[in-house]
């Protein structure tokens, strides 16, 4: 099993260009999350998904959009990139846990270093 | 204030010492307790998961939940050079989403 892959793992924008973040599992989970780690921030939740077709905003969600149209995808975009947006980014995905509960073990993908200049 | 802190360090020890990495947090209704460990750019990794108080035994690595006072710890016997890395605490309840520390970054010096 690959597990969860993030494709590109880098890219350099110009500001106002957009452009869209791919992550795959291979694991069959139902929740998956983008993360944005910057220094002193530690990890800060953009958007996650509780199963195909559905989304919902992180705490940091203002410039981002996402998308789950298949279980095994979670797509990140950017439609006008910024310089405050320059971070690297975590995808994450977890089995739904009892009740539902976000707190199962989420496994992290390698991360995709975006510059935006 | 803050849901979850963490002291950033760094935090540098010689190998074989015994470490002691910390996190508080506000929310009383926070049932579980994890930690992270993250190598240099790498993602992070599930390292320990605690339920409710108390303490949790994994060979070098005991996680400890104080919920009388909203703290966590976790201590790494022996240490190694190979436990270098960034650990992140994270805790949350049955509802809501997981919240994470900033990171602890630790080396280990052989």
């Known amino acids: 099993n690959a597990g969860v892959t993030q494709t590109p793992k880098f890219r350099v924008l110009k500001t106002g260009q957009s452009m869209t973040l791919l992550c795959a599992q291979d694991?069959?989970?139902?929740?998956m999350y983008w993360y944005r780690q910057d220094p002193g921030m530690g990890l800060r939740l953009i958007h996650y998904s509780v199963g195909e077709g559905t989304t919902a905003k992180g705490e940091v969600p203002d410039g981002y959009n996402v998308s789950r149209l298949k279980k095994q995808n979670f797509l990140l975009g950017l439609e006008s990139a910024a310089p405050s947006q320059t971070s690297v980014y975590f995808c994450?995905?977890?089995?739904?846990?009892?009740?539902?509960?976000?707190?199962?073990?989420?496994?992290f993908g390698p991360g995709t270093r975006l510059t935006v200049l | 204030q803050k849901e979850v802190e963490q002291d950033p360090g760094p935090l540098s020890v010689p190998e074989g010492a015994i470490v002691s990495l910390n996190c508080t947090y506000s929310?009383?209704?926070?049932?579980?307790f994890m930690w992270y460990r993250q190598y240099s750019r790498k993602g992070p990794e599930l390292l320990m998961y605690?339920?409710?108080?108390g303490n949790k035994e994994d060979g070098r690595f005991t996680a400890q939940v104080d919920k009388s006072s909203k703290y966590i710890s976790l201590f790494i016997r022996d240490s190694q050079p190979s436990d270098s890395a960034t650990y992140l605490c994270?805790?949350?309840?049955?509802?809501?989403?997981?919240?994470f520390g900033k990171g602890t970054k630790l080396s280990v010096k052989p």
């Open positions: 994270a805790t949350g309840g049955s509802q809501g989403n997981l919240i």
């Open positions: 694991m069959n989970h139902e929740y």
């Open positions: 929310n009383s209704a926070f049932q579980y």
């Open positions: 605690t339920y409710s108080s």
């Open positions: 994450a995905s977890s089995y739904s846990g009892t009740s539902g509960a976000f707190t199962d073990t989420q496994y």
